[in-house]
């Protein structure tokens, strides 16, 4: 019985024009102890039908079909249905380069726990992606590794389902190193192993460039993490989760005082403070 090493996890939602290109890219790896698992999340574009394709070519791809429920929710149930001992997340507009895999393969072998590497952009942008070097406190003010780092499959770490508005991934780096710090081994290529595409319009362009959601995703991710945070950053984390704190405030204040009963009452108080210095 074929037993894989890798899994490569492939969520897919309205992405069937970009999906062929995806799974050749898998197809194409030099190194071959994989399985790819292709999770349709509920799509309504032919995606099944080019899933066909490529489940008829090779037995290493699987296909599961859910209903929408979001891409945390496809990559885990892929997780949890994977045969490999390491998974690959790869979202079905994405690519990887075909020696991704065999240079893993040599890191596995010294027993890192995550292995990454440089990016390139392309579609509407093309790019080099040159990540920072791996600091975890540099990851606590923003995510450092992209979505499609090879990591060791653990149990109780999945992708919080709770996080449609995007930022999944960095949340899910945050968990998992900080689980085991002291002892986690992330290694880094310096190559161009990983190909992100960009789009007109996507989740992580709206959440970049819409602040209120950015701010709302970024204070749960702070809130979720707090003791984390508050150990490894101190007194700057202290300021800046009060500081969001008050941003809140300040919004359930301004609602507060837009309404029509805030401004009547606002109007009366108005009165009465001057009729008593009259």
Not at 121 to 137: A, H, P, R
Not at 169 to 193: A, G
Not at 258 to 278: H, N, W
Request: net charge neutral; hydrophobic share 35%; proline share 1%.
């Amino acid at each position: 019985m074929f037993q894989p090493l890798i899994s490569i996890i492939v969520p897919c939602y309205n992405q069937a024009q970009y999906l062929d290109e995806c799974l050749q890219s898998v197809m194409d790896q030099t190194y071959q102890t994989w399985e790819c698992i292709i999770v349709n999340d509920g799509s309504p574009d032919n995606t099944e039908e080019i899933v066909k394709y490529w489940l008829d070519k090779d037995n290493r791809f699987r296909y599961i079909f859910q209903e929408n429920k979001g891409v945390s929710a496809a990559r885990n149930n892929g997780i949890k249905n994977a045969k490999g001992e390491w998974i690959l997340p790869l979202d079905g507009d994405d690519k990887v380069h075909q020696d991704y895999l065999k240079y893993a393969n040599e890191k596995i072998r010294e027993d890192y726990d995550i292995i990454y590497s440089n990016a390139q952009y392309f579609g509407e942008k093309n790019d080099i992606w040159k990540l920072d070097e791996f600091s975890f406190v540099t990851l606590l003010y923003h995510n450092i590794i992209f979505c499609s780092a090879i990591f060791r499959k653990k149990q109780n770490v999945l992708f919080d389902e709770t996080m449609v508005d995007g930022l999944e991934d960095w949340e899910f780096w945050i968990s998992y190193i900080s689980q085991d710090l002291s002892d986690i081994k992330i290694y880094k290529f310096d190559k161009i192993l990983f190909y992100y595409r960009i789009k007109k319009e996507s989740k992580n362009q709206k959440i970049n460039f819409e602040s209120s959601t950015f701010n709302n995703v970024q204070s749960y991710v702070l809130s979720k993490h707090y003791a984390t945070y508050k150990r490894y950053i101190g007194d700057y984390f202290d300021l800046l989760y009060k500081t969001r704190l008050l941003e809140k405030e300040k919004n359930i204040y301004k609602k507060a005082y837009e309404s029509k009963r805030y401004k009547l009452g606002d109007k009366i108080v108005t009165m009465l403070e001057k009729l008593k210095i009259k």
